[in-house]
């Protein structure tokens, strides 16, 4: 693609070294992207807003809005070279606009605190759920039974917050250790072995689910089932699943070595990710309609299928297990990513050392996780605006923070650095750098307002 990408010369060095390769890169980045987003998220998402017409419009979302905003974190991370609200001041000042670029960083630094505070309880289930697998309660589950059991765990304010409290604490740990390298070998094994397990779950959704009903619900779009909350949504859930939005990428951009091509590397990861969430959706959706669940039913969705599969297959106890135990690491190395920013802040502004930072910031993210994690049990009546507190949290991160963030750093990179400094960075005015500046001048700014208007009813609904 762009291997005759030309080594720029006398550009700033990162103060943290740099990825030993090129696929060191891409497995951080495809480490903070596959996580929840793709196998708990994507699902329950899709089931809520109707299948097919959502499952299209995320895919747009993820090819014009998601793709264009990736390479543009990376080339601001890597152009800039410090944690992303250093970074952003910079660029700003470098390229002749305002130091107050910086609140696109604070901004993500925000988002992701928040994130993390629900991520952290819901990764505290997937850990719950490795117990449990191996306890073997699923072996010949029902329906209802898994449902049940999923409803008295979820019930228990204890154990959830147990849950969240031990996950929580595993990712501080790792965090103010440093010892984010290690991670690089997890993730070059966690993904391919989700992968393969995934597969063994697809067969046996082949063979034993509704396949054909699981096809048609993700790939027949109604787009009367198409609200402006659903558009909304699928856009967040693109942003949400890439990791895309608050700075993380730009982040690791930054320790990106100056001869990788920023175009390839996106497009990797985004292939990868978003094969994965598709992947977890036809796992999912036959297993719905072969059970008689409902696919609106909510973040418990993956909680209640999965089991219900394992229960059955031969093997069920230990591929249980290992997926749930797979599913928790895809989950902590999200969890580290989403944690970085703020730490990385703490360390760098106010000169707090690694451990203390990550003591500082954890456990804020655990207190502000309390309000989330008995949103499903103490506080489920205690709704306003978009629901629980859970939903409101999840909203406001995804739906707002993600895409705004992402419109004001595709608008920084398109409109703001000069042509010369991101041809620079995407290796030269070759066609594939022209459409990335087609898509993030116009289409994906133009579409994230778009989706934005929609969402507070200033644009006409769609015909039903
Ligand atoms: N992409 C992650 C997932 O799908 C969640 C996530 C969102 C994230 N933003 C992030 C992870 C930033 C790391 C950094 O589960």
Redesign the pocket.
Known sequence: MLSNQEPATGKRKSLHGHWSSRMAFILAVMG???????IWKFPYIAGQNGGGAFVLVYLLCVVLIGMPVMMSEILIGRRGRRNPIATMTLLGAEEGSSRHWKFVGTMGVVA?IL?LSY?SVIAGWTVAYILKSASGVFVNATGETVSAEFGRFVGSWQLVVLAHTAFMALTIFVVARGVERGLEQAVRFMVPALLLLLFVLLIYSITSGSFGAGLAFMFTPDFGALTRDSVLAALGQAF????IG?G?IMAYGAYLPEETSITASSGAVVIGDTSIAILAGLVIFPLVFANGLDPADGPGLVFQTLPLAFGQMSGGVFFSTIFFVLLSFAAWT?GI??MEPAVAYLVERFHRSRAEAAVIVGGSIWLLGLATALSFNVLADFKFYKGTIFDNIDHLTSNILLPLGGLFIVIFAGWVMCRNSTAEELGGHGPLYRVWRLLARFVAPVGILFVFLKAVGLLPEFAA
């Open positions: 903070s992207a596959v996580g929840l987003g793709n992701g994130i991520y949400f699943t890439l990791s608050m993380a999200s990513g989403l």
